[in-house]
């Protein structure tokens, strides 16, 4: 298993008192692994110490209102990529189908597509295949780590350290076009509620999903999507 892409998953989930018990055994990895640079190694120092003896209420508090009520932070995947059009369910299958055929069966109730999740399924991957999926995703991971500058959060090291381990530039044109996408105030209920207008997302069979690589459905993140009719809401 790569250990370093464990604890990053593990940084970018949802806090806990267990996880607050683990840091040091997740900081001790992070500050040994020599594919990051020290200067990285350093920038995730904060991060690590913060969620180890930050109050577990607080940090809760912090993590909701960064990745679960903002849309432009999702750390859903394809939801920077697909919304809530039906291309996204298709595409959830098979990611789903791609982590079975891997022998891979995540224990969460987070959907496939979350970003901690698809870094777990990662850590048992070669370092080839990490760097390729990583790579091509280095857009989405850029305009997150961009808006989490704006707001000053530690949790921009994580990002930028899987950027360091993709070992590419991101396509700045992309990052422009998502960072286009306004963000919400987080206290703005009305708002947020009219921006979360969701649509059902589909997670049936579906005729043309296949069990493509994860890299390969990674790959067409860049490519636009023809916006499918709303399937109505619950």
């Not at 500050?31 to 640079?37: E, F, G, I, N, V």
Request: hydrophobic share 40%; aromatic share 6%; charged share 30%.
């Amino acid at each position: 298993m790569d250990r370093t892409l464990k604890s990053i998953s593990l940084l970018l989930s949802y806090p806990t008192r267990e996880l607050q018990e683990a840091m040091p055994e997740i900081g001790g990895v992070l500050a040994s692994d020599s594919r990051l640079t020290a200067a990285m190694r350093r920038d995730l120092r904060p991060l690590v110490e913060a969620i180890q003896g930050g109050d577990i209420f607080e940090l809760e508090e912090q993590y909701v209102m960064l990745f679960d009520r903002s849309r432009t932070l999702s750390l859903n995947l394809f939801e920077h990529v697909h919304g809530e059009s039906r291309d996204r369910g298709g595409a959830m299958v098979s990611l789903i189908e791609t982590y079975r055929d891997a022998g891979f069966e995540p224990v969460t109730s987070e959907l496939p597509d979350h970003l901690p999740v698809l870094l777990e399924f990662l850590s048992t991957r070669p370092f080839a295949e990490v760097q390729d999926t990583l790579a091509d995703a280095a857009h989405i991971l850029d305009a997150l780590r961009e808006r989490l500058v704006r707001r000053e959060s530690l949790y921009v090291s994580a990002f930028a350290a899987l950027s360091q381990l993709a070992g590419v530039t991101a396509d700045s044109a992309a990052v422009a076009e998502l960072l286009e996408e306004p963000e919400v105030d987080p206290d703005d209920l009305e708002a947020l509620d009219a921006v979360w207008e969701e649509s059902e997302v589909r997670f049936g069979p579906d005729p043309n999903a296949g069990c493509p690589q994860v890299r390969d459905m990674l790959s067409k993140m860049d490519e636009p999507t023809n916006p499918a009719p709303n399937v109505a809401a619950e």
